[in-house]
């Protein structure tokens, strides 16, 4: 079946350093791509999307680029901060549904 | 407006016993879903629905039910819990793209 595959599935960073998160999808069809953070026990929310005709988006310290020919896009966040330790989880739409990756556990040392 | 709410917060089942989960939302969108997240994972859709009646299988059913009389509500049934149903259960919305999720329900079948 169609999969997005998330790596790494851990990422420890100092704060102030930058740190990115990729994701490969299986369907070319897809269109759409969202990345999720989701903080411990609360809900998923929406920080950055991208749709397949652009190849980079910039909302402040967060940015997304996407590869359609290699069928990968990244997340990337500069000066992190404390704040941002979370789980951070992309998806791609498939066949009207949203796929998920496993997620990545940003972990940001003081 | 409240966006998407789940009740209940938590539940403990038996196994054999059945619930229904309740969602609903207010924001007049036409797309619902229903997620489960196990500890440490990311999230895989079991139904779908695009509009009032209509409704749909997505990665993981099996075990689950769903219908929807309205465009505001979309309850998840459970039936024959087993303890392969014990996650946490997300109910989110949707007009375009972007998925509004609820604050889900944590359930334990032993």
């Known amino acids: 079946g169609e999969n997005v595959e998330q790596h790494p599935s851990t990422l420890s960073v100092q704060e102030g350093d930058s740190a990115v998160i990729k994701c490969t999808y299986s369907?070319?069809?897809?269109?759409?791509f969202p990345w999720y953070k989701q903080e411990l026990g609360k809900r998923p929310q929406l920080i950055i999307d991208i749709r397949s005709n652009v190849g980079e988006k910039k909302d402040q310290r967060i940015a997304v680029t996407l590869n359609k020919t290699a069928k990968h896009f990244s997340l990337h966040i500069t000066e992190t901060q404390p704040e941002d330790s979370a789980v951070y989880f992309c998806?791609?739409?498939?066949?009207?549904?949203?796929?998920w990756g496993a997620g990545t556990k940003l972990i940001i040392k003081p | 407006n409240a966006g998407v709410t789940q009740t209940p917060k938590f539940r403990i089942l038996k196994i054999g016993q059945s619930m229904t989960l309740q969602c609903a939302q207010d924001?007049?969108?036409?797309?619902m879903y229903w997620y489960r997240q196990d500890p440490g994972m990311g999230l895989k859709l079991i139904y779908y629905s695009v509009g009032a009646g209509i409704t749909d299988k997505g990665e993981v059913p099996n075990g689950y039910n769903v219908s929807r009389s309205t465009t505001e509500d979309f309850p998840l049934r459970l039936e024959l819990a087993a303890p392969s149903q014990t996650s946490v259960y997300f109910c989110?919305?949707?007009?375009?793209?972007?998925?509004?999720f609820g604050p889900g329900t944590r359930l334990t079948v032993l």
């Open positions: 369907d070319s069809a897809s269109n759409y």
């Open positions: 989110a919305s949707s007009f375009g793209n972007e998925q509004f």
């Open positions: 924001m007049n969108h036409n797309y």
């Open positions: 998806a791609a739409l498939m066949n009207y549904q949203l796929i």
